[in-house]
């Protein structure tokens, strides 16, 4: 298990400095895989950095399976080489003048103390064969495509058998349908090693496809965390959900709420969306709609459309994104299956899905994570 404690880095000292890692605080349960989602300069690499020990912290502490790695109160700090961890970066710092072999083997033939050659052998031959590298021990580490270097750095990660694995963007540089299939090899490996893992990445899909928790994170501070669907489908933050894709933000006023379903008016049209505490009829409310959270009727308006007018369309293969004028500003509108899609000044009807506007709220982000108001899922579900 990981603990991560009111944590803080700051870099520099007086007006030039700044504050990378602000009161941040988390915890990973043993085997979970927990990702650190966020825009680039959110905090999100440094955190890791903490964990892994390569900054020290400004402020807080952080505990690996109950024992102290580093604590600014108590001045005590580990070095990486001392932490039970295995980490990827995201340039794989991969050495060229080394075999694959050579290049798993390296962290096992530096510790102290050592191990009998025969145990380093096996132990690579053990990791080699976990992520499907086992026949190319013998190749130099240049002759590697992106993904086998990849499969290396992961292998060389585990190689020590660590208690946490820490992935800093490891498939940032590689090709999209590449990107997808390490995502779900890095996944099977963890859970069928069990073991605690802490992943880094801008990309909403990898964080939702891979992870048992998500830590949304922005200016050094956790913006809210929960399970992947619950983050995705609930978001309980307007950074939250325009990160993760939730395109169109309205303000409306409350017209009526009963506890489970408050019915909003905007200046769109009305539309319907999951109570939540403390409001009531009469209250300005933020809130969100996916694009894809709308039927469209081309032919005449039905009960509770929107009338729009198409600005211009995209395709995107499985789906058409179209930008519509609606009540005085532009939405997007995903719709799927569309063969012919719409041009530049058609005219069209959108009816919002009920129950699936999203009410956000534009409050500073919380030091701490924001409980899952769902019951935990098992891992991996998605």
């Not at 999209?176 to 802490?198: F, N, S, W, Y």
């Not at 009963?258 to 409001?279: C, K, N, Y």
């Not at 009338?307 to 499985?318: I, Q």
């Not at 009807?349 to 506007?357: R, S």
Request: aromatic letters at 6%; hydrophobic letters at 40%; one cysteine or more.
């Amino acid at each position: 298990m990981i603990k991560v404690t009111a944590l803080q880095k700051r870099f520099g000292e007086g007006a030039a400095g700044f504050t990378a890692v602000n009161g941040v605080s988390f915890t990973a349960e043993p085997g979970s895989f927990v990702t650190l989602l966020g825009p680039s300069g959110c905090g999100k690499t440094t955190t890791l950095r903490l964990l892994a020990g390569l900054e020290r912290p400004t402020g807080g502490a952080i505990h690996i399976d109950g024992e102290c790695m580093a604590s600014a109160e108590k001045r005590a700090f580990v070095p990486p080489h001392r932490r039970p961890i295995g980490m990827v970066f995201q340039s794989y710092a991969i050495w060229p003048h080394m075999t694959v072999a050579g290049n798993v083997a390296f962290p096992l033939r530096v510790q102290r103390p050592r191990l009998p050659r025969a145990e380093v052998g096996h132990r690579v031959e053990e990791a080699l064969a976990l992520v499907g590298l086992e026949q190319l021990g013998g190749r130099m580490s240049t002759e590697l495509s992106g993904g086998q270097q990849q499969r290396v750095a992961l292998a060389r990660a585990l190689v020590r058998q660590p208690k946490v694995l820490l992935l800093d963007e490891p498939l940032s540089n590689l090709d999209a349908a590449l990107r997808e299939r390490m995502r779900d090899e890095i996944r099977e490996v963890q859970q069928r090693l069990g073991i605690t893992t802490v992943f880094v990445t801008h990309d909403q899909a990898e964080a939702l496809a891979m992870s048992d928790q998500v830590i949304v994170m922005d200016g050094g501070n956790i913006v809210e965390s929960g399970l992947p669907q619950e983050i995705y489908n609930f978001p309980r933050r307007t950074f939250t959900a325009t990160f993760l894709g939730v395109s169109n933000n309205f303000t409306g006023t409350v017209t009526a709420c009963d506890g489970q379903v408050a019915t909003i008016t905007t200046p769109h049209g009305e539309l319907t969306a999951r109570a939540v505490d403390a409001i009531d009829p009469g209250q300005e409310v933020r809130v969100a709609m996916r694009p894809d959270a709308f039927t469209i009727h081309r032919s005449g308006p039905a009960p509770g459309a929107w009338h729009g007018t198409v600005r211009f369309a995209t395709y995107h293969g499985d789906s058409w994104l179209y930008h519509v004028d609606t009540g005085g500003a532009a939405i997007k509108i995903r719709a799927a299956k569309e063969k012919i899609g719409l041009g530049h000044g058609d005219d069209i009807y959108l009816v919002p899905e009920p129950g699936a506007a999203i009410i956000t709220r534009d409050t500073e982000p919380d030091a701490t994570p924001l409980a899952p108001t769902s019951p935990t899922a098992p891992k991996g579900e998605i």
